[in-house]
């Protein structure tokens, strides 16, 4: 299995890109966008917002070296940066800021595109961890054990938001809430631990 697929390189990159891109946190997100929108639209504006997350980030994955190769950027300065934009949004997860959508209601236009396909999914922490793991795979196991790890974590963001009056139903306001907390303590360990691989490549370098 391992010659096919590095297995704790795709529980690495699901688990990082599952606690910054957050389905369950999407889900009070989603509703208030889509709060006019009846059930077929719903269901539309999901699969939107799916396939515009997933065609930004497959986007930075495929040409994000080339990007970083013309502007002189190392892996570590990339490591260091995306350290501190999860600690960022790990601190937004954890204080409720991102709890807040009132100026998300008012928005016009396709809301699946802009905001929620990008930057809400598709946001500079999940581009810089995904472009992260991409500099590190260097066989093709680690190609299939990314590429499994962000079709996945799509395929539970499209389900969380496809679902998203059942689980809303199930969690209530205080579960979502305890699980975006979770996922903020989640992503402060993994930025901390991306800012000290940083300082630690700089060093050796």
């Known amino acids: 299995m391992s010659s096919v697929l590095d297995v704790q390189l795709f529980i690495s990159a699901f688990v990082t890109l599952f606690v910054i891109m957050d389905p369950p946190g999407t889900v009070p997100i989603f509703l208030a966008l889509t709060s006019s929108m009846t059930r077929q639209q719903r269901a539309r504006a999901a699969r939107q917002a799916i396939l515009v997350a997933f065609g930004v980030i497959v986007g930075f994955a495929l040409f994000g070296q080339s990007v970083l190769n013309y502007l002189h950027v190392s892996l570590p300065a990339l490591q260091g940066a995306g350290g501190l ?77 496809r679902f998203a009056n059942a689980i809303h139903r199930v ?21 901390v631990q991306l800012l000290a691989d940083a300082v630690l490549a700089f060093a050796r370098g």
């Open 85 to 161: 934009l999860l600690l960022l949004v790990a601190m937004e997860l954890l204080t409720g800021k991102l709890d807040n959508n009132e100026a998300l209601e008012g928005t016009q236009g396709n809301v699946a595109l802009v905001p929620l396909g990008t930057p809400l999914l598709a946001g500079p922490g999940a581009i810089v961890a995904t472009m992260v793991f991409v500099q590190q795979a260097t066989e093709p196991p680690d190609w299939v054990a990314i590429s499994l790890g962000v079709v996945l974590v799509h395929i539970c963001l499209y389900l969380s938001m």
């Open 171 to 191: 969690l209530k306001d205080s579960g979502t809430l305890l699980v975006s907390r979770i996922a903020g303590l989640l992503l402060a360990a993994i930025a």
